[in-house]
Antibody
Framework: EVQLVESGGGLVQPGGSLRLSCAASGFTFSNYWMAWVRQAPGKGLEWVAYIKQDGSEKHYLDSVKGRFTISRDNAKNSLFLQMTSLGAEDTALYYC????????WGQGTLVTVSS | DIQMTQSPSSLSASVGDRVTITCRASQGINNYLAWYQQKPGKVPKLLMYAASTLQSGVPSRFSGSGSGTEFTLTISSLQPEDVATYYCQKYYSAPFTFGPGTKVDIK
């Protein structure tokens, strides 16, 4: 059974940093592009970042470029999102998603940016 | 960047009605389009990919069509469990933008 389990969310002050993790199981992690998608409270879905199977190619939402870094450890079946210079606009539920089209999603980890 | 729009933003229909949601891309995206259903408080669920390929396990009352810049998601006979927000997403090239969503409820 495919499972994606996010962790690392929490309350952080504006300007702070946070590192999200996603533990993958039930499939060959290294075969898939992986993504982070977020959803602010009461809002729609927003694609954030995307990484190729071997980590050689990465893409970001314009508003997070230079602040967020997506990475992966295929040996540990893990996906990461390092977030810096966080602002209120980054408050959201962050989902780990498998593949070009998201046929598997985690349950999400909540990031709240507030003083 | 290619922008995605959806219409309508919300709709209310009766059980058994045929419902159609439209998604438009500002530039051609071939058929690199997915549709998702998100019920309140739940994780989004993939309904369709490649514009018209039904994801395994999704009821056959859901269908998708289109290519290029205009796409549709059709529910042939609306059921109470279909109350949800529906999103399209392009995956032709980054950024893999979602549409703003269409909220569907029962009249």
């Amino acid at each position: 059974e495919v499972q994606l389990v996010e962790s690392g969310g929490g309350l952080v002050q504006p300007g702070g940093s946070l590192r999200l993790s996603c533990a993958a199981s039930g499939f060959t992690f290294s075969n898939y592009w992986m993504a982070w998608v977020r959803q602010a409270p009461g809002k729609g879905l927003e694609w954030v970042a995307y990484i190729k199977q071997d980590g050689s190619e990465k893409h970001y939402l314009d508003s997070v470029k230079g602040r967020f870094t997506i990475s992966r450890d295929n040996a540990k079946n893990s996906l990461f999102l390092q977030m810096t210079s966080l602002g209120a606009e980054d408050t959201a539920l962050y989902y780990c998603v498998r593949g070009n089209w998201g046929n598997y999603w985690g349950q999400g980890t909540l990031v709240t940016v507030s003083s | 960047d290619i922008q995605m729009t959806q219409s309508p933003s919300s709709l209310s229909a009766s059980v058994g009605d045929r419902v159609t949601i439209t998604c438009r891309a500002s530039q051609g995206i071939n058929n690199y389009l997915a549709w998702y259903q998100q019920k309140p408080g739940k994780v989004p669920k993939l309904l369709m990919y490649a514009a018209s390929t039904l994801q395994s396990g999704v009821p056959s009352r859901f269908s998708g069509s289109g290519s290029g810049t205009e796409f549709t998601l059709t529910i042939s006979s609306l059921q109470p469990e279909d109350v949800a927000t529906y999103y399209c997403q392009k995956y032709y090239s980054a950024p893999f933008t979602f549409g703003p969503g269409t909220k569907v409820d029962i009249k």
